[in-house]
C-alpha cells in the first residue's frame, strides 16, 4: 500500500528522529552522569579556598559535577591550621548542611591538607560520610613539610615563616569570604609533617595501608575510602607553579612524587590511581587547566569517579 505524500513525510522524520537517537546517548543519561545518591563535598587544601571571585580551586570541578546531575558543595575551612581544628570546621559545616536541607550523608572529596581533613570527619562522625577520596594527600607526611621545618629552625626563621604564611592564609580567606577562620601556619606544618601524619595516623586509622606503599580497606564503620595522586613535577612550561614544585620535589630524591606529595604517600583506601601525570596543582585543574600536553584530564578524572560512586549507590 502506498503511502500519500504527507504521510510519507511524517514517516521519513520520524526514522529520521528514531536514528539520531538511537545514535546520540540521550539527554537524560548524560544529566545524570554524575548524580550521586549523596551530595559531594569538595575540600580544600593548605592556602586553599572555596572560591577567589569566578576561580575556583577545583578549577572547573563543581560546574562540570553538577551539569552531570550531582548536588555539590565546596567547604570553607581555614587555609592553615591543623587537621583536628579544620576537620571540626568541616564537621561543623556538613552538620549545617544537614540541618538545612535535610541531607544525610556526604562524599568527600579533599586534595592534599582537604583529605586528611576529611579522613577526621569521617573517623569521629562516620554517620555523615559516604565516602571519603583524597587527591595527592600526604598520608604520610610530606618531605616537603619536613625540609621548611629543619630549615627555618636551623636558621632560626621560624617564627618569619610562619608570620608570612599566617599574612597570605589571612588574605586569602578575606578574599575567598571565610575571614573568620583561624590561621596557624605551625600547627598545619606540623600536621602535614612525617611525625605528624605518623601520630594523626595512630590515632586515626580508618583507611589505612595494610603494607608499606600498599592499599587499605575499602570499607570501614560504613564509610568508602578511595585515593588518587600524581608523580608529574614540571608540566607546563606556561604555568608559573611548576617552579615551586619543582623546588619542592629536590626534598624527595629519587623518589616517584608531584612536587608536595610522594606517590606511596597518597595511599588511602582503595588506591584507584598513584601515577596521574600530574603534578601537585594539575591534580584540582589548575593553574587554569593547564597541564602536560598527553597527560588524563582531571574534569573527566572527576566526573569518572562521581559515577563510580554513583554506581556504587554513594
Not at 108 to 133: D, E, F, K
Request: proline share 4%; aromatic share 8%; charged share 10%.
Amino acid at each position: 500500500m502506498s503511502l500519500k505524500p504527507l504521510a510519507w513525510l511524517r514517516h521519513l522524520a520520524g526514522l529520521t528522529t528514531l536514528a539520531v537517537a538511537l545514535a546520540t546517548p540521550s539527554l537524560a543519561q548524560a544529566d545524570t552522569y554524575t548524580q550521586t545518591r549523596h551530595p559531594v563535598v569538595l575540600v580544600h587544601g593548605l592556602l586553599g579556598f572555596d572560591a577567589l571571585g569566578p576561580v575556583q580551586y577545583f578549577y572547573g570541578v563543581p560546574r562540570t559535577l553538577r551539569d552531570g546531575g550531582a548536588t555539590v558543595f565546596t567547604a570553607s575551612v581555614s587555609q592553615s591550621n591543623s587537621t583536628e581544628v579544620r576537620g571540626e570546621q568541616l564537621l561543623r559545616e556538613l552538620q549545617g548542611l544537614q540541618a538545612r536541607y535535610g541531607y544525610q550523608k556526604f562524599n568527600l572529596i579533599g586534595h592534599s591538607h582537604g583529605g586528611n581533613t576529611a579522613r577526621y570527619v569521617a573517623a569521629v562522625a562516620p554517620q555523615l560520610v559516604a565516602s571519603v577520596t583524597t587527591m595527592g594527600t600526604p598520608h604520610q607526611g610530606s618531605k616537603v613539610a619536613d625540609g621548611i621545618q629543619g630549615l627555618t629552625m636551623a636558621t632560626g626563621t621560624t617564627g618569619a615563616a610562619a608570620a608570612l604564611v599566617n599574612g597570605l592564609s589571612s588574605l586569602i580567606a578575606t578574599l575567598s569570604g571565610s575571614a573568620g577562620n583561624p590561621q596557624n601556619a605551625l600547627a598545619s606544618l606540623q600536621s602535614l609533617s612525617t611525625a605528624g601524619a605518623q601520630d594523626f595516623n595512630r590515632r586515626f586509622p580508618q583507611g589505612a595501608p595494610t603494607q608499606a606503599c600498599g592499599s587499605g580497606p575499602s570499607l570501614v564503620n560504613g564509610v568508602r575510602y578511595y585515593s588518587m595522586g600524581g608523580t608529574a613535577v614540571l608540566t607546563n612550561v606556561l604555568d608559573a607553579g611548576d617552579a615551586l614544585l619543582g623546588a619542592g620535589s629536590l626534598f624527595f630524591g629519587f623518589e616517584a612524587n608531584d612536587g608536595l606529595v610522594s606517590r606511596c604517600s597518597n595511599h588511602w583506601g582503595q588506591v584507584l590511581r598513584d601515577d596521574y601525570a600530574w603534578n601537585h596543582i594539575d591534580e584540582i585543574n589548575h593553574v587554569f587547566g593547564l597541564r602536560g600536553l598527553f597527560s588524563s584530564d582531571p574534569i573527566a578524572v572527576y566526573r569518572a569517579h562521581a559515577n563510580r560512586l554513583k554506581l556504587a549507590g554513594l
